[in-house]
């Protein structure tokens, strides 16, 4: 009987010289197969690589931490010196450095030179600071826009690893964000609404330890105790608004006379206290003069007769005095310069 073959009917089939079918067109090239998983392995791998770094900045709040987080996670794929970043409108920068000793110091000394530079860069550049390379990447976004600088030393930072910092920035844009509003935060709890000196808060945080190192080190420290004289009746009279006003101009005009190691705090209504680091009570009685005259230059009056003025206690700490007592003997000789008359200081 003929039975006719369907299905797998290999009678047309070219064979080769084996007598076994012919790999036709059709069937998969083995390189490119090869090839394709290859591209899924890095796909993925890069995969992780991101979900890793999600995690990391997940848990970083302040930029110092998030620049950090970014850096360490970085470091086994771009070895580096120094991850750092500018932002535009604040003209700040923040930066974490992973060398030590001398190093250090010469990788801070090419960030700083760099960032006072980069903020007009339309673009991405790179260059070479002596034995540096440095790259800087435009982080072009509404929620961070701003500069990621990094440097590393003895050798340039290829193609390839330039792209792959870049497509991670793209990730790092929205914590950028998070950062910086964290920031904005803290700067406002630490902060007097109303002049934009320190607050209380910050004067209860830095005091114990700076007490500390004096005690350590055997070096002066002296507090200003300041109240404005004839400030009430100029807002019994000029109304708070006005009262407002002048107490932005007493800040913005005690805030030019104090140095960057100096602390300055609005302890609340016309109360100002002044931490002189390093000042003995000559010194500090020296300033005091100065701003009892700067004041008086305000020329602000309630009446033709009564005219601003601030009257200062001075005291310098002694060894083992606690922040409270201090504090205390700051105020008795405020109340003493106040009870003498306007423009007043007592030590």
Not at 210 to 228: N, Y
């Amino acid at each position: 009987m003929d039975v006719a073959l369907t299905g797998n009917d290999f009678s047309n089939t070219p064979e080769n010289k084996s007598g076994n079918p012919a790999i036709t067109d059709n069937e998969p090239n083995m390189d490119s197969l090869l090839s394709e998983l290859e591209q899924m392995k890095k796909k993925s791998d890069w995969l992780a690589r991101i979900n890793d770094l999600h995690g990391r900045l997940a848990g970083a709040v302040d930029m110092n931490s998030m620049l950090e987080a970014f850096s360490v996670w970085l470091m086994p794929f771009v070895e580096h010196n120094l991850l750092g970043y500018n932002h535009i409108e604040r003209q700040r920068g923040h930066m974490f450095c992973s060398s030590h000793g001398p190093e250090r110091r010469k990788v801070l000394q090419v960030a700083e030179k760099t960032f006072a530079y980069v903020n007009d860069l339309e673009d991405s550049i790179e260059w070479q600071v002596d034995e540096f390379w440095v790259r800087v990447w435009k982080v072009d976004s509404k929620l961070a826009n701003g500069r990621i600088l990094l440097v590393r030393h003895g050798k340039r930072i290829d193609a390839e690893e330039i792209k792959m910092i870049g497509d991670a920035l793209k990730v790092l844009s929205e914590p950028l964000r998070r950062a910086l509003d964290y920031e904005d935060l803290f700067e406002q709890v630490r902060r007097d609404t109303l002049t934009g000196l320190a607050n209380r808060r910050v004067f209860d945080e830095r005091i114990p330890p700076l007490l500390a190192g004096a005690e350590r080190h055997g070096r002066k420290i002296t507090l200003c105790s300041m109240d404005l004289d004839k400030f009430k009746q100029i807002n019994d009279k000029l109304g708070h608004a006005q009262g407002d006003t002048v107490l932005q101009q007493v800040a913005t005009t005690l805030a030019k006379m104090v140095r960057s190691s100096d602390i300055l705090v609005r302890m609340g209504g016309d109360e100002f206290i002044l931490v002189l680091p390093e000042t003995d009570l000559l010194a500090a009685n020296q300033l005091a003069q100065r701003i009892t005259e700067a004041i008086d230059r305000l020329e602000i009056y309630s009446s033709p007769t009564e005219k601003l003025g601030v009257s200062i206690g001075l005291a310098e700490w002694e060894p083992g005095q606690n922040k409270e007592d201090w504090m205390q003997k700051a105020d008795e000789l405020l109340y003493q310069a106040k009870n003498s008359g306007r423009g007043q200081t007592c030590m």
